[in-house]
Every structure is written in C-alpha cells, then in structure tokens.
C-alpha cells in the first residue's frame, strides 16, 4: 500500500483513516491476495478459453456489433481503467438509455440475459485480474460519475482494487429488479441503491482478510446456481 501522505489528496481525510490503518496491518493477505489473484486468473483463463470462444461465436450470431463491452471505470486510488466484460446489450445501448439496467430493460440482448444470469460476461475480467486493474474479489468498479458522489467514508473503498465480485455483489444479485419502474433509475441508484451497497463494501475492509475472500468466492459460486 502507498504511504498516507502519498494518497491522492480527496483519500486523506479522517473517514478513510481508520480503513487505512485496518489494511495497513494486513500486508500479508494484501500480498496472499495478489498472488492467488495471478495464478488462479491464469488457470482458468487456460481453462476458459474455448468456453469463451463459443460465447463470443454467439455473440456475433446473436446481435450486429462487437463481442466485448469495454468501459472506463475507477480502481485503486481513483486510477481510471478500461473493465473488460462480454457485450450483453444492443451496440450503443448507453446512448439508448440509463448507465445502469433495469429488469426485462429491452436494450439487453437474448445472448446478453443468459450471460447475466449465470455472470458468464464478466469472463474476460480474468484479463483486467491480470493486469491488476482488478481482484477476485472487492467493490465492484463504478464509472466516474457515480465514484463523483461518493462521500468521504467511501474513498475508503478504493484503497484496494476493484472486484469482480463482493458481499455487496452477491446480496444484491437481483439489482436490476431493484430499479425496474424507477422514473430516473440512475439518480434511485446513486441515491439509494450504491449507499446501501457501499455499506457492505466498508464492512468488507473491516473484516479483510485472504481466507475471507475465498469464503466469498464460494459465496458467488452458491449464489449464481441458486
């Protein structure tokens, strides 16, 4: 982890200090975590590979644009990455509506809803793990707009690298129904929905530690087949 004082100037305020001072302590999960984040991404990347040829073959059969879905999104520090996902929505799909997606939200491909359901287009994550843009597990990467409003306690949050999946991920797996119906889902999420979310990713930082993130890792397995 960077020193206190090397912290962006937005992190260094008296809510993030105490989740500073927990993961200060904890340099050896943090490092238990990056290796297991490398070796475990490229075995199953090997593993993977002809399962996500055959998704991207029905991608390209199922609807006209491109296979991936790449997005600006913040990481570690507020440093902004590109999050690698399988396009799961019609091309330009956020010009076409809200930044996030309702329930039964007509943009989403027939490809794109079994991909979702069972978190098969998060697959080429394994590539941002790689690179370190990522984990297995941590707060799940918001685009900037939604990392603006953030308040100063949930900085905290991006002490570490975004995640592929959380607690937050997992209690809230059915988000989508959460803001089916809203007038303006974007402002319901940011106001109401990432709140909520963000309290289960502080918790996280409290409770870190590398045999936690195997515990949740099992969670999302259980989780996706019920």
Sequence with gaps: MRKWEQLPESFRN?????????????????????IFDIVTALILTVIALPL??????????????GVFFLQKRVTT?????RIVKFRTMVTDAEKLGTQVTVSHDSRVTRAGRFLRKCRLDELPQ????????MSFVGTRPEVQK????????????LLMPAGITSLASIKFK?????LDGADDPDEVYLHTVLPQKMTYNLEYIKRFHFFYDIKL?????????K
């Design 14 to 34: 008296d809510s993030v200090k105490p989740y500073y001072e927990i993961l200060s302590h904890k340099s050896g999960s943090i490092l238990l975590k990056r």
């Design 52 to 65: 996500m040829l055959l998704i991207a073959v029905w991608i390209k059969c199922d609807s006209k644009g």
């Design 77 to 81: 520090y507020g440093r902004v990455f």
């Design 126 to 133: 394994l590539f941002n793990v790689l690179k370190g843009d």
């Design 146 to 157: 939604y990392v603006d409003g953030y308040t100063d306690e949930m900085m905290a949050t």
């Design 174 to 178: 059915d988000e989508e129904k959460l």
């Design 217 to 225: 890792m099992f969670m999302t397995v259980f989780a996706v087949l």
